[in-house]
């Protein structure tokens, strides 16, 4: 299997500075190729959420290279990797929580994580950026049935941990530890994973995402770019005013 990727970060139209760290690496191993995608939205009402959203993926690439790669090679089964993930994300919150002590400062940020290892994916999830699903579906209404198509459709993978639009009730910074949420399950070649923050999917809507990211008019990276551009645009347009921040994987074979 292997992997098309497309990013997109956007300071918006009204914030001073983009507060979104996003991360994509891809290894090609003996046991295939992995891929490793994360977008980390630091809080913005709190202090320094570039601080805690970059510090997030800084940890998040780190464990990639460092205990996955390992895992990968030797074939380590998908509890050990989540144990794995709990302990770095319950480390990163501790550092987290002793750097706002000391700077007498609260800090945080979301964290939402997808590894591909072939036609495997992983998911780890905290706050409210999300994790989208784009495949064609069997699921078929009158007007496609009668010009012989098929519905695409943009699944939301992840739960957003917020209160209000808002007020996050899980995320990794200087407050309590919260397990992520965790998901495992196969995906086919020509399907789509879109990783976003908040600001880049509250002004489209899901059918919106599944048009224009549509696993079959993808064709390239360039291309990938230009649409996810096109969605971040219409954000703004539609009066967005938050960081924007999205990675778009295509699988081929």
Not at 198 to 215: K, N, R
Request: hydrophobic share 35%; net charge positive; glycine share 8%.
């Amino acid at each position: 299997m292997q992997y098309l990727t497309g990013v997109y970060w956007n300071r918006g139209s009204a914030a001073a500075h983009n507060q979104d760290s996003l991360i994509v690496q891809q290894v090609l191993t003996d046991r295939g190729r992995v891929l490793m995608a994360a977008v980390c939205d630091g809080m913005g009402g709190l202090q320094q959420g570039e601080t805690a959203s970059g510090y997030m993926a800084e940890r998040l690439q780190e464990w990639f290279y460092g205990f996955l790669m390992r895992a990968v090679h030797k074939k380590k089964p998908y509890w050990m990797i989540r144990r794995s993930i709990e302990r770095m994300v319950y480390d990163a919150q501790e550092q987290l929580r002793q750097y706002g002590r000391k700077e007498q400062l609260a800090l945080g940020t979301t964290m939402s994580m997808l590894v591909l290892w072939e036609n495997t994916y992983l998911i780890w999830h905290l706050g409210d950026s999300r994790i989208y699903h784009i495949y064609r579906t069997n699921r078929h209404s009158r007007k496609l049935i009668q010009k012989g198509g098929r519905q695409i459709e943009a699944e939301c993978m992840t739960e957003d941990h917020v209160r209000g639009r808002n007020q996050l009730t899980k995320c990794v910074g200087s407050f309590g530890y919260y397990r992520p949420d965790h998901r495992i399950g196969t995906a086919k070649a020509w399907e789509v994973f879109l990783l976003c923050s908040d600001g880049f999917y509250h002004c489209v809507t899901d059918q919106e995402l599944a048009d224009i990211l549509s696993p079959e008019q993808l064709r390239e990276e360039a291309q990938m770019e230009r649409r996810l551009k096109e969605i971040g645009d219409a954000c703004m347009k539609r009066g967005e005013t938050d960081n924007l921040s999205a990675v778009c994987i295509k699988l081929i074979r």
